[in-house]
């Protein structure tokens, strides 16, 4: 690793240092495939695990509470009104529960923030089969699951580190990108299968089904404890800028979040893609367009992932994370540019690809360049990063498009991506330099 960045990479709970016999150089289609070598950790094995089952349960929920609303008011406005009463909740908890995470014991904090999660996914589920019927408490409800979201997923990122060695880590994050990515395509088309069949409410109740085993399965994991007695710190807004502060301090970390903020806030055109498919590609159904753009970038992320061996083990993360956000631009711009709805198509999965290339190298070097007791912080901050930035690129899109023209504000997006993303390489060279 890059000492200038460096930190411990403490490997615990059956994180044994490497193997040579498993880290040799795989032959055949193999070398292709998925590194799955952390899956021979067995904490990580369990903690993977609980992730296949909430990837799509969680999904349920997600196609659930937006139906309902629609149901119940009939107004597109309540249902993205909705939206943003789960954001705030979410990046306020996110980056307090980063800094909670530093604080405690992470399995600890993971075994309470499911259980709640777990207890609001039933209240959903009493509240419709009551017909309550009230956006009100929809709102509500989603904005508690979504606090515990937030103090959940920095503690769950952040525990990645203890788990596996740092060679890893790359690989590590592949799998759990590629489930989730996978339970996003898998999550939607089930729930709209299962709907007609057992009805809405029955979704929020096998989602809470679901993460009595996530329960178990965090149950399962060793204590993670902080190191070198964090735990006399005290969780509050001090330690909050503290993390802020570190990452200021340390260029790579900034990069990486950096990169991210580029490729979302002024790459990211879904809020484009009804337009684009009413208007944009002659001869095609308009639902037939507008599924197949929305379902291309996580196709993409999730072949990605299953073929993440021909990238997992590249050592120079930095320069990994600078070409997949090229590629997302280069790709995002050619498909602003296509007039044909499948060269359109593979454009965005060749996107996929590469934004799952980003997330797991970004997602590597906040885990290694970063000491124990941050890694819960810069996870906050990341859960943070990636679930505002979309957000961002839906306003900032939406309004472009109505100004210039959709394809117009697709295709100079991506561009943006690339001429910004290779500006601040070359300008600041810690990311170009990192490598483990």
């Given at each position: 690793m890059d000492t200038s960045e460096s930190s411990e990479s403490g490997t615990e709970a059956g994180a044994k240092g490497p193997d040579p016999r498993q880290g040799g150089r795989r032959r055949g289609w193999r070398r292709w495939a998925m590194d799955t070598r952390p899956l021979r950790r067995p904490a990580y094995r369990r903690l993977w695990s609980s992730t296949i089952v909430t990837a799509v349960g969680s999904q349920l929920t997600a196609v659930a509470v937006p139906k309902q609303i629609y149901d119940i008011t009939g107004s597109s406005a309540w249902v993205g009104a909705a939206s943003l009463a789960g954001?705030?909740?979410?990046?306020?908890?996110?980056?307090?529960?980063?800094?909670?995470?530093?604080?405690?014991?992470?399995?600890?904090?993971?075994?309470?923030?499911?259980?709640?999660?777990?207890?609001?996914?039933?209240?959903?589920?009493?509240?419709?089969?009551?017909?309550?019927?009230?956006?009100?408490?929809?709102?509500?409800?989603?904005?508690?699951?979504?606090?515990?979201?937030?103090?959940?997923?920095?503690?769950?990122?952040?525990?990645?580190?203890r788990l596996v060695p740092e060679d890893e880590l790359a690989a590590a994050n592949a799998l759990g990108s590629t489930v989730m990515q996978t339970g996003q395509v898998v999550g939607p088309l089930l729930a709209g299968a299962l709907i007609p069949v057992v009805g809405l409410a029955e979704l929020y109740l096998i989602d809470a089904l679901a993460l009595c085993v996530t329960v178990w399965a965090v149950h399962r994991l060793p204590a993670l404890p902080p190191l070198s007695g964090a735990g006399v710190r005290r969780a509050g807004v001090r330690e909050v800028m503290a993390g802020f502060r570190y990452i200021a301090r340390h260029k790579v970390l900034l990069l990486s979040f950096l990169a991210d903020i580029v490729a979302m806030v002024l790459g990211m055109p879904r809020a484009l893609f009804p337009q684009l498919a009413a208007e944009g590609y002659a001869g095609h159904g308009e639902g037939l367009?507008?599924?197949?753009?929305?379902?291309?970038?996580?196709?993409?992320?999730?072949?990605?992932?299953?073929?993440?061996?021909?990238?997992?083990?590249?050592?120079?993360?930095?320069?990994?994370?600078?070409?997949?956000?090229?590629?997302?631009?280069?790709?995002i711009a050619g498909f602003g540019?296509?007039?044909?709805?499948?060269?359109?198509?593979?454009?965005?999965?060749?996107?996929?690809?590469?934004?799952?290339?980003?997330?797991?190298?970004?997602?590597?070097?906040?885990?290694?360049?970063?000491?124990?007791?941050?890694?819960?912080?810069?996870?906050?901050?990341?859960?943070?990063?990636?679930?505002?930035?979309?957000?961002?690129?839906?306003?900032?899109?939406?309004?472009?498009?109505?100004?210039?023209?959709?394809?117009?504000?697709v295709a100079g997006g991506g561009l943006l991506v690339v001429v910004v993303m290779l500006a601040l390489a070359a300008a600041v060279p810690a990311l170009r330099r990192y490598r483990v």
């Open positions: 954001l705030l909740p979410l990046i306020v908890f996110a980056l307090w529960g980063g800094a909670v995470a530093d604080t405690m014991d992470r399995r600890k904090l993971l075994l309470i923030t499911n259980t709640g999660i777990a207890v609001t996914s039933l209240l959903f589920w009493v509240q419709a089969v009551t017909g309550m019927e009230s956006v009100a408490a929809l709102m509500l409800l989603l904005a508690l699951q979504q606090a515990f979201w937030g103090l959940n997923a920095p503690a769950r990122n952040a525990s990645i580190a367009a507008l599924g197949l753009l929305f379902a291309a970038i996580p196709v993409g992320a999730v072949a990605g992932g299953v073929f993440s061996g021909t990238f997992s083990r590249a050592r120079r993360h930095g320069w990994m994370v600078i070409g997949a956000v090229v590629v997302w631009g280069v790709a540019l296509s007039s044909s709805l499948w060269l359109a198509v593979a454009f965005l999965v060749v996107a996929g690809v590469a934004d799952m290339v980003s997330m797991v190298f970004r997602g590597a070097i906040l885990l290694s360049a970063a000491t124990d007791e941050m890694r819960g912080r810069m996870q906050g901050v990341f859960t943070v990063v990636v679930a505002g930035g979309p957000r961002l690129a839906d306003v900032l899109h939406g309004g472009a498009g109505s100004a210039f023209g959709a394809r117009e504000a």
